[in-house]
């Protein structure tokens, strides 16, 4: 596997990234409701019912006693004209919000990248430490193998055998460890990236390791460049700005609310009825006039009507009305909510800002402290460098001169140990030196 893709897997599988994903598309829909809360809301209602006994006809507002169903269907609207700003902070603050989770979730990949890429590192160094204790034994073991052949031929004593051997049993176990500690490294690689340990796992190591080249920017200079890209820093200057909105919206319970509604609607009863004309018949009125000394009754013309129900459909189109109208409310008191509402956005606010100038205070500690460790893992390295190649010249003498006889094996184990010794030791320093490099790159933004 690549770095590429070691990081890839890590980041489309790690938990903690998924979590802070969540809750950036919590702050999205949060930020899609407050806009939608400045546009106009729209209900329609519906209710129907069964009267039985004395009751209240809907249509005429008269008592009656009989069985009576009867409907209403409704539709309202109202939108909020003024309510002093609430609206438009709760917007502006819930943009800060999600752009602040949103660094959350890019604060989080970071973590996660530079993780990998020092577990990635130290599968490498450990490979380059196996493989610099498996030369180590193999310089040995042929001189084990000369020096047999040489006791065998009464060349040499039994106990310089002896000494070598020991020296190989020592290198075996070096072996031993740096094996298990390239295991445990790979283990703790594919547990990041959250897949099944595999003890074959091979890196790509072509990309992977920098050269060890001078890092010349100051800490002063990390911390400026931090400043702008480090996601946690934008973080929390936007939860700053999102705070601030804050106070804006709880300022907004001093001012009145006015809102436009309006209303469409009609009823139905079962008792309607349409009237249809029909006859004109002539009935008395009960009243007379005297003509010539006789009572005459006085008749009126009465206009007859035929009747049926009237349908659902007809009674809604004919019972149609409409309202619409402005509300205002004012606050008076409130029992001095909305002034503590302001005072607790307020100490949010400034709580908010302690807890990003400690953000930034504890950032450019770690920034101090990593070159601190950068410059010292460099001159590290270059001090074993010089001493890998003047160890190399003493052991390639001191190897002549033990196959030649003119030194014991005492004095060639020393020098071989030296010379194995600082070879891990650089081979640990250049590893080290990429790691203090790579945290370094990482409070930049990189």
């Given at each position: 596997?690549?770095?590429?893709?070691?990081?890839?897997?890590?980041?489309?599988?790690n938990?903690?990234?998924?979590?802070?994903?969540?809750?950036?598309?919590?702050?999205?829909?949060?930020?899609?409701?407050?806009?939608?809360?400045?546009?106009?809301?729209?209900?329609?209602?519906?209710?129907?019912?069964?009267?039985?006994?004395?009751?209240?006809?809907?249509?005429?507002?008269?008592?009656?006693n009989?069985?009576?169903?009867?409907?209403?269907v409704?539709?309202?609207?109202?939108?909020?004209?003024?309510?002093?700003?609430?609206l438009?902070?709760?917007v502006?603050?819930?943009?800060?919000?999600?752009n602040?989770?949103?660094?959350?979730?890019?604060?989080?990949?970071?973590?996660?990248?530079l993780?990998?890429?020092?577990?990635?590192?130290?599968?490498?160094?450990?490979?380059?430490?196996?493989?610099?204790?498996?030369?180590?034994a193999?310089?040995?073991?042929?001189?084990?193998?000369?020096?047999?052949?040489l006791?065998?031929?009464?060349a040499?004593?039994?106990?310089?055998?002896a000494?070598?051997?020991g020296?190989?049993?020592?290198?075996?176990?070096?072996?031993?460890?740096?094996?298990?500690?390239?295991?445990?490294?790979?283990?703790?690689?594919?547990?990041l990236?959250?897949?099944?340990?595999?003890?074959?796992?091979?890196?790509?190591?072509?990309?992977?390791?920098q050269d060890?080249?001078?890092?010349?920017?100051?800490?002063?200079?990390?911390?400026q460049?931090?400043?702008?890209?480090?996601?946690l820093?934008?973080?929390?200057?936007?939860?700053?700005k999102?705070?601030?909105?804050?106070?804006?919206?709880?300022?907004?319970g001093?001012?009145?609310?006015?809102?436009?509604n309006?209303?469409?609607?009609?009823?139905?009863?079962?008792?309607?009825?349409?009237?249809?004309?029909?006859?004109?018949?002539?009935?008395?009125?009960?009243?007379?006039?005297?003509?010539?000394?006789?009572q005459?009754q006085?008749?009126?013309?009465?206009?007859?009507?035929?009747?049926?129900?009237?349908?659902?459909?007809?009674?809604?189109?004919?019972?149609?009305?409409?309202f619409?109208?402005?509300?205002?409310?004012?606050?008076?008191?409130?029992?001095?909510?909305?002034?503590?509402?302001?005072?607790?956005?307020t100490?949010?606010?400034?709580?908010?800002?302690?807890?990003?100038?400690?953000?930034?205070?504890?950032?450019k500690?770690?920034?101090?402290?990593?070159?601190?460790?950068?410059?010292?893992?460099?001159?590290?390295?270059?001090?074993?460098?010089?001493?890998?190649?003047?160890?190399?010249?003493?052991?390639?003498?001191?190897?002549?001169?033990f196959?030649?006889?003119?030194?014991?094996?005492?004095e060639?184990?020393?020098?071989?140990?030296?010379?194995?010794?600082?070879?891990?030791?650089?081979?640990?320093?250049?590893?080290?030196?990429?790691?203090?490099?790579?945290?370094?790159?990482?409070?930049?933004?990189?």
């Amino acid at each position: 596997m690549t770095l590429k893709q070691c990081i890839d897997s890590a980041l489309k599988n790690n938990i903690q990234v998924k979590q802070a994903g969540l809750q950036a598309d919590a702050g999205a829909v949060n930020l899609k409701q407050a806009k939608a809360n400045m546009l106009p809301d729209l209900n329609g209602g519906f209710g129907y019912g069964l009267n039985q006994g004395r009751n209240v006809d809907p249509l005429t507002n008269n008592y009656i006693n009989q069985k009576l169903s009867s409907s209403n269907v409704s539709l309202s609207s109202g939108i909020t004209l003024f309510n002093g700003m609430r609206l438009q902070n709760l917007v502006k603050q819930n943009s800060f919000t999600y752009n602040a989770y949103q660094m959350d979730l890019q604060q989080q990949k970071d973590n996660l990248t530079l993780n990998v890429i020092l577990a990635y590192l130290q599968v490498l160094n450990n490979e380059d430490v196996l493989v610099t204790s498996k030369a180590q034994a193999e310089v040995t073991t042929k001189q084990v193998e000369r020096m047999g052949i040489l006791v065998r031929e009464g060349a040499s004593a039994n106990y310089l055998l002896a000494e070598l051997k020991g020296q190989l049993a020592n290198e075996e176990i070096a072996i031993i460890n740096a094996s298990t500690a390239l295991q445990q490294s790979k283990l703790n690689l594919c547990q990041l990236m959250n897949i099944d340990y595999n003890s074959a796992l091979q890196l790509e190591k072509a990309d992977a390791v920098q050269d060890a080249t001078a890092y010349n920017e100051t800490p002063a200079e990390i911390y400026q460049s931090s400043l702008q890209n480090f996601a946690l820093i934008k973080s929390g200057d936007l939860k700053v700005k999102a705070a601030e909105k804050g106070i804006s919206v709880s300022r907004a319970g001093y001012f009145p609310t006015i809102r436009l509604n309006a209303n469409l609607g009609s009823s139905y009863s079962s008792l309607a009825e349409t009237l249809t004309p029909t006859t004109v018949t002539e009935v008395q009125t009960g009243s007379y006039v005297v003509i010539a000394g006789n009572q005459n009754q006085v008749l009126k013309q009465q206009q007859n009507y035929s009747s049926f129900k009237t349908g659902y459909i007809k009674q809604l189109n004919n019972n149609l009305g409409n309202f619409i109208g402005i509300n205002m409310q004012v606050p008076i008191f409130n029992g001095f909510q909305t002034k503590n509402n302001v005072k607790l956005a307020t100490l949010n606010f400034k709580n908010t800002q302690l807890e990003s100038d400690n953000t930034k205070l504890l950032l450019k500690q770690s920034i101090e402290q990593a070159h601190l460790n950068m410059t010292a893992a460099y001159e590290k390295y270059k001090v074993l460098t010089e001493q890998v190649l003047n160890f190399e010249e003493s052991f390639r003498a001191a190897e002549i001169r033990f196959n030649n006889g003119v030194i014991n094996s005492t004095e060639y184990l020393i020098s071989k140990n030296n010379l194995d010794r600082t070879r891990i030791s650089l081979t640990q320093a250049k590893y080290e030196y990429n790691f203090r490099t790579r945290v370094l790159d990482y409070y930049k933004g990189k």
